[in-house]
DNA sequence: TGACTATGTTTGTCGGACAATTGGACTATC
DNA sequence: GATAGTCCAATTGTCCGACAAACATAGTCA
């Protein structure tokens, strides 16, 4: 039996329109079909694989869900790079679906965001750093308002991995950062400190980003992660529970 | 003009298919739909949103491709949570088509292998340990067979990143742990050292999380990615080239 | 009881049809 | 000559109806 699994392939049983979009998809990872380049025309595709133009359409779907293809104009479809957003998105989906935990998703961003805050403090350009300072201007302003501030923080979280660079670790961390939201919201709404050590740990960020000292930037957002951690804890919240339930979590 | 675009949204006519799938959607985020949930027949669902059949197929298609529903026994549709594979594998797709560089893809595994090393010696359970230690004898014997040993390499590190029982890290790491691949197979196979080195640092790293000494997990991990960085410019590709590059390049 | 068949259900695929939208060509107006 | 209006062809979104194959279930037969 195990064996028998071993030894045959699947054979491609798969319906025409899954097999047509992984038609498309070969195409287009083997650089055939290249981001920009419009697709042909439903009823070109369903004479060109001798289908129907409602399964055609059915695989084209398919395509469009997975990224690799998108309207152009609003109607012709074109080959598309999968969106960081959208993927994000996503992973953000799959780890509410699977309970993940609040530790679960603070575990990855405390080894993302102090490496992030190193390598932006070696390559940021002289935009990323003016985004910076923006951000932490508005911060300043905003520190009465909890839900502005918590949106500023996310901002300024993505500007720093933003400046580093690093596409692979934007997309890393913006599938677990948009989940911080409600959690976050929570400290900085409950906690009368939190404003005031977040934006100096933001001013510490930047500066050192600022100076190229990647050490001083790593360490400061280390601390900045941990902080975040105490207050999750010292608010009230069980960071085994699942991330979801943060809203319904009891955090008096 | 750039004013209009800011004051006015969308207005969001999706398509019908767009708009099912977006209902049913919601409705499993917001948990009135569970996983393992068997959806309505495509009829029955026609006939709920007053929408044709082929309509209706359409709309399923995205849910599916999204990993939200399943075909479960073949035929029924069943909600479902999106699995770590499939979202690695569309993530993996995407850094591919971005042109992402072996330097962004290294960073950001040098910051989560040591980190689930770490957990994974404050963490493991029994029957992690011995995954890793059969992977490490499994190694051993492979020691002459690059292919082989380089599999049996991303398998380690995958056995590491469950034993932190840690699914955001999982996810994370699996989406730039599969790009490795190619890289790693030429680096083993054209280093007589790295097979050796590879092994001494797979043992340490076993031998930590047995003894439940995160630090020590933590740093074996680091040299070995570390090692893994200086065997890549030691062989004579270049870490700025797109990974997807990395067969092309001359490692000679 | 267990194997087998009949039947209805559900999906995959097909064919054709039509309205709405859009891009482009063409024309009229200032 | 530039702009606006008009018309036409192409393309997509949606609908309708139909049928074969795979499957689940119940009923049948040994």
């Known amino acids: 039996m195990s064996d028998a699994k071993a030894l045959f392939q699947p054979l491609e049983p ?5 097999r047509l979009c992984q038609a498309i998809e070969d195409e287009i990872m083997a650089g055939r079909l290249k981001p920009g380049d ?15 133009r409602s399964t055609v359409r059915e695989g084209i779907r398919l395509l469009e869900q997975s990224g690799l293809a998108e309207r152009i104009a609003g109607r012709r479809l074109a080959v598309a790079r999968p969106s960081t957003k959208a993927l994000g998105r996503r992973a953000s989906q799959a780890l509410v679906l699977h309970d993940v935990t609040f530790r679960e998703l603070w575990q990855v961003i405390a080894a993302l965001e102090p490496a992030a805050a190193a390598y932006a403090a070696e390559v940021r350009s002289d935009a990323d750093l003016k985004a910076l300072k923006d951000n932490l201007e508005a911060s300043e ?11 500023l923080d996310l901002a300024f979280h993505e500007l720093v991995a933003k400046a580093a660079h690093n596409r692979a670790l934007l997309l890393a961390r913006e599938a677990v950062g948009q989940l911080f939201y409600p959690a ?5 709404t409950r906690l009368d400190t939190a404003a ?14 600022e100076r190229g000292d990647g050490e001083e930037a790593r360490g400061w957002m280390q ?3 941990e902080d975040f951690h105490r207050g999750y804890l010292l608010v009230g919240l069980d960071p085994e529970q699942p991330i979801a339930s943060v809203n319904q979590q009891d955090a008096g």
């Open 14 to 18: 798969a319906p025409a329109y899954k």
């Open 38 to 52: 419009l697709l042909p025309t439903e009823t070109a595709l369903a004479e060109a694989f001798a289908l129907n």
């Open 141 to 151: 302003e905003a520190k009465g308002d909890g839900r502005a501030l918590t949106e």
């Open 184 to 188: 976050f919201a929570v400290v900085v």
């Open 196 to 209: 005031e050590r977040l934006l100096t740990a933001h001013r510490a960020i930047a500066e050192a980003i």
């Open 223 to 225: 601390r900045h992660i």
